[in-house]
């Protein structure tokens, strides 16, 4: 069992910037592949961004390409995303996910431990 923390989130104008930061800890040694997505309201989960256990595959939605970037503490279940060029269409709670196998998921789904969320709204 792993528990899935996110911190962070908060109320900025379009154009600035945060950085989210997801925890996972448990009865583990090991690293998993961890994700970021986000929901609107009334909407379903979106893939953000996503970072394999080793860290060195990462995937992005097209839509965050360029202004986002997800980063993992070495060795670790800690993952970050820092977030710039914030746009009033982020505006979502964004919740970490995390899985025990392998690959990059970009299904909800498809993950085994989710945190609770942390809000982001960006203002225009």
């Known amino acids: 069992q792993v528990h899935v923390v996110e911190s962070g989130g908060g109320s900025v104008q379009a154009g600035g910037s945060l950085r989210l930061s997801c925890v996972g800890s448990?009865?583990?040694?090991?690293?998993?592949?961890m994700a970021w997505f986000r929901q609107a309201p009334g909407k379903q989960h979106d893939f953000v961004a996503g970072i394999s256990w080793s860290g060195i595959n990462i995937e992005y939605a097209d839509s965050v390409k360029g202004r986002f970037t997800i980063s993992r503490e070495k060795d670790t279940n800690i993952v970050h995303v820092q977030m710039n060029d914030l746009k009033p269409e982020d505006t979502a709670d964004y919740y970490c996910?995390?899985?025990?196998?392998?690959?990059?998921?970009?299904?909800?789904?498809?993950?085994?431990?989710w945190g609770q969320g942390t809000q982001v709204t960006v203002s225009s």
């Open positions: 996910a995390a899985t025990q196998f392998g690959n990059i998921r970009r299904q909800w789904t498809e993950y085994d431990w």
């Open positions: 448990g009865r583990t040694t090991s690293t998993y592949t």
